[in-house]
């Protein structure tokens, strides 16, 4: 079953502005990933953070976690034309075999 | 990286083929790899978990006689669409990769019934 909502579910910027997307879940988790998805295409992963983490960066992208919450943000600085593509989130339930539970995604759309 | 190679990437067939789709991992043994279903502008939905040597273990709704899973080696998982219908069309990926660490993907497969 899907874990939760992510919002929103699409996003429009111009090159150069930064994107937020934010993602919700619902159990007690491992980790939380994320991974970005063109058109048509597998699945590439941007980063891991694991349960007893609060932030983690990694480039242009940074990741934070509230457990509390149950929420984590994907935040993308500097948008390039080339971060258009769909990002999911995806939680690793705590005792599972390493299968994800994605979110409904965000669709980002980055205009030259 | 690891690298997970899935094929084949499309494929076009009549109602009742059965259609055989395979997920290699490259550079690394993997004794669980897990297929994904995905529809058109939605979510990856886990469909199964496929076990070196043992049976699959099936999400509550994936019909095991429908979606045959076969994981004969540490680094190759197979699954069938058996009698596949226009409603099994669908983007199938699968994943491999150890529990709390990242997953690696295929390029996915789409499947289109006639």
């Known amino acids: 079953s899907q874990q939760g909502e992510e919002d929103p579910q699409a996003l429009s910027i111009q090159e150069g502005e930064n994107a937020t997307m934010n993602c919700s879940y619902k159990t007690s988790i491992n980790n939380l990933q994320w991974y970005r998805q063109n058109s048509g295409r597998g699945l590439v992963h941007l980063i891991l953070i694991r349960s007893n983490e609060r932030e983690k960066h990694s480039g242009r992208l940074r990741v934070t976690l509230d457990t509390s919450k149950k929420s984590s943000s994907l935040l993308i600085t500097a948008s390039r034309a080339a971060d258009t593509a769909s990002y999911f989130c995806a939680t690793d339930a705590s005792g599972s075999q390493g299968n994800l539970i994605f979110g409904k995604g965000t669709k980002l759309s980055v205009k030259p | 990286g690891a690298v997970v190679s899935q094929h084949p990437s499309w494929v076009i067939c009549k109602s009742g083929t059965s259609v055989k789709i395979e997920c290699r991992s490259l550079d690394f043994q993997a004794t669980t790899m897990f297929w994904y279903r995905q529809f058109p502008k939605q979510s990856l939905m886990l469909m199964a978990t496929s076990n070196e040597g043992s049976k699959a273990t099936y999400e509550q709704g994936v019909e095991k006689d429908k979606f045959l899973i076969n994981h004969a080696s540490l680094t190759l998982s197979t699954l069938t669409v058996t009698s596949a219908h226009p409603e099994d069309s669908s983007f199938y990926i699968c994943?491999?990769?150890?529990?709390?660490?990242?997953?690696?993907f295929g390029d996915g497969t789409r499947l289109s019934i006639l």
């Open positions: 994943s491999a990769g150890g529990p709390n660490q990242p997953q690696h």
